[in-house]
């Protein structure tokens, strides 16, 4: 579907019903034909925690920019990139192929957090002092290890969470072994010595332990792209340039940026120069439908399509290609330099974008999500985007959103399906008579029920079918509200 203009209102809902844009062309996949269904996925930036394997990649850059060290392992190529090429919106070549090398195929151990929480590790230690003194009549397996099935059956061990399983959001926060342990073995010794201790000196103890706890939690994310302040081997710089030619920053650097896509498109996916020229780049990565907005409680940047530039000691390094909505920062493109691959530049944009959420929902309540594109199950090349948790896919037929965690079963069993496990949930957002929708028509909005009374001696029934596919493609909201273009 071609988009002559768009509110960001409206493309907010449009995405949040599998719809994505590439330049001004704005697409929905056949989700039950296609050979590689696409799932819309979203991450709950407010919630987001790096992995292991993340904050390794950010500790890499950190060291580069601090010291001017070069790792040695492989860059990965994890940029947040569009499924569809700059020509025509056809499927790209990696789509296609679905290939996966042993590297995608690889599953990090960095990225297997696995926490046990407090209540579990006492409940044991418990359950093996009783049977160290021949209690064994009061021994019984906990609720986790037990099997509840007729005849008596031996109880199993603790089930080790699957990968992409997080902990059990329903129980408390995990404390470190060290810590109870510490705590246990004071409470043991003050009880040998009959040693009775007052209340003010409990709560000094807890306020200690309080203290400790706080100094053992983790760094959060922006404390991992923070750089300590001090003389560096390499300045790294982010801008944000409204994608127009309206903006002086945009237009200076309009060149720069042409020539690194072309740089990028050629190496990595061997595109050939006319693929990836000034033109194709322009419409591919800067026109945008998007109508840029300023409401005085929406982000000092406003909404609308941008370049988050990189700058690595004054030469454009990378770019990021955003667009800022009222619900997301939706990621549309990511390219960079590949001289400078061993940065892992892709898996840091996202991470920098996740950040940038967060900073615009200071300011901007209902901005709190980062779209990250398509998920494709079915090709392992292109399941990455799975790892910045928590995240959501999208139902293709209620157009809810449902935990990854829940889906991948599911996935695993058909490459299509209907995500939401609640058979009586439907789409809301229906259109029931599309003789609601809006229609433009020789310059006029009109209701399609006023379109075909205007031309009921050229009534064509092709017309409606066109009329109801779209109608339930874009949703109620959208159809009420867009205008779709009658000849």
């Not at 801008?239 to 990595?268: C, H, N």
């Not at 001289?339 to 900073?359: K, M």
Request: glycine share 6%; charged share 30%.
């Amino acid at each position: 579907m071609w988009a002559h203009v768009l509110t960001v209102e409206d493309y907010q809902d449009l995405i949040d019903r599998g719809w994505r844009r590439s330049g001004m062309y704005v697409y929905k996949p056949i989700m039950h034909k296609t050979c590689c269904p696409q799932y819309t996925i979203r991450c709950r930036a407010l919630n987001f925690q790096p992995s292991k394997s993340q904050k390794k990649k950010m500790k890499m850059l950190t060291r580069f920019l601090t010291k001017g060290e070069v790792s040695k392992e492989p860059g990965d190529d994890e940029a947040m990139e569009s499924c569809f090429e700059i020509m025509g919106g056809q499927p790209s070549p990696e789509l296609n192929k679905c290939k996966a090398t042993e590297h995608d195929l690889t599953i990090s151990g960095d990225d297997l957090d696995v926490e046990v929480p407090v209540q579990e590790i006492e409940k044991k230690k418990e359950e093996k002092e009783s049977v160290d003194k021949g209690e064994s009549s009061a021994y019984e397996p906990s609720d986790t290890t037990k099997l509840s099935t007729a005849g008596g059956a031996t109880p199993t061990p603790h089930r080790t969470p699957k990968p992409g399983e997080g902990p059990d959001t329903n129980r408390p926060p995990c404390r470190k072994a060290k810590e109870i342990r510490r705590e246990r073995k004071l409470q043991k010794t003050q009880h040998k010595a009959g040693v009775t201790v007052c209340p003010e000196a409990q709560s000094d103890a807890k306020s200690v332990l309080s203290e400790k706890s706080k100094a053992n939690q983790p760094k959060s994310l922006e404390e991992f792209l923070s750089y300590p302040a001090g003389e560096l081997k390499h300045r790294l710089e982010v801008r944000l340039v409204l994608a127009s030619f309206d903006d002086p920053g945009f237009s200076a650097t309009f060149k720069e940026s042409a020539d690194l896509f072309a740089k990028y498109q050629m190496i990595i996916h061997k595109d050939t120069p006319s693929e990836c020229d000034k033109d194709q780049f322009q419409r591919f990565l800067c026109n945008s439908p998007l109508q840029e907005e300023y409401p005085p409680d929406g982000p000092d940047c406003g909404y609308g399509s941008f370049h988050q530039q990189y700058w690595l000691d004054g030469k454009l390094l990378a770019v990021g290609v955003i667009d800022i909505l009222p619900y997301c920062v939706s990621s549309v493109y990511f390219y960079y330099d590949p001289d400078y691959s061993f940065l892992s530049l892709g898996v840091y944009s996202a991470l920098r974008e996740i950040a940038f959420t967060r900073e615009l929902h200071e300011k901007a309540a209902n901005l709190s999500y980062y779209y990250m594109g398509f998920f494709i199950y079915s090709c392992p090349k292109m399941r990455y985007k799975g790892q910045y948790k928590p995240s959501d896919l999208l139902c293709p037929e209620t157009y809810a959103w449902i935990p990854i965690e829940q889906c991948r079963p599911k996935l695993e069993h058909s490459k299509y399906s209907r995500l939401n496990s609640d058979q009586n949930t439907v789409d809301e957002n229906a259109v029931s008579d599309i003789n609601n929708v809006h229609v433009l028509y020789k310059n006029r909005a009109m209701l399609y029920s006023m379109y075909t009374y205007r031309r009921l001696a050229f009534r064509d029934s092709d017309e409606d079918e066109l009329v109801k596919e779209y109608a339930g493609l874009v949703g109620k909201t959208c159809a009420q509200k867009m205008l779709l273009y009658m000849r």
